[in-house]
């Protein structure tokens, strides 16, 4: 059976219905921007649970790429492995329980999220990886932080509530505290 290819295949696709000029001017400003995608589940074929979770378990996702927090704090890994391989089932209960599941890197693991990220930095000259986040439930992923990277984020299914403080740290350096501003 072949694999039907992403409907989101290109940086026009991902950003519209933003233009690819307005979304680079964004960008080269480094603004910060919240913009509704048009149509439920438009970024539905880039990713799924039962993908990802596929993924982990036949181990094309190594499980050092993977961090499981919950409350903000690490979940160590013998709460989810057996054989150092990732246990789906247990890592449901832990999602269930309000963890949350952390790939900082998925895209060099998953071919169509890499072929994407490699079509957005021919046309923007930047440095592109995919990750993603899997949450069920309250809580986050993460403690009030600051990323060093610039973020384009991509929200597949479900529903979260986001909260930006503030305008973005001017030239983050890596350890600064979050707290801090310019």
């Excluded at 990732?86 to 269930?96: A, C, E, H, I």
């Excluded at 309000?98 to 998925?106: M, N, P, Q």
């Excluded at 809580?139 to 403080?165: M, N, T």
Aim: charged letters at 25%.
């Amino acid at each position: 059976m072949r694999k039907v290819p992403p409907a989101i295949a290109s940086l026009e696709d991902l950003v519209a219905p933003l233009t690819e000029p307005e979304f680079l001017e964004l960008l080269r400003t480094r603004s910060i921007r919240f913009h509704r995608g048009s149509g439920e589940n438009r970024y539905g074929d880039l990713l799924t649970w039962r993908s990802l979770r596929s993924m982990i378990e036949t181990g094309a996702v190594p499980a050092e790429a993977l961090r499981i927090t919950k409350e903000a704090a690490v979940i160590p890994p013998f709460f989810y492995l057996e054989n150092g391989k990732v246990n789906g089932d247990k890592l449901d209960r832990l999602l269930s329980s309000g963890a949350s599941l952390v790939i900082e890197a998925l895209s060099p693991h998953e071919p169509a999220l890499n072929a994407l990220c490699a079509s957005i930095r021919d046309r923007t000259g930047e440095t592109i990886v995919a990750g993603a986040i899997a949450t069920r439930g309250d809580g986050g992923a993460l403690a009030y932080h600051y990323d060093e990277d610039d973020l384009f984020i991509v929200q597949v299914e479900g529903s979260k509530r986001w909260r930006i403080y503030g305008p973005p740290v001017q030239n983050p350096v890596a350890g600064m505290d979050a707290s801090s501003k310019q």
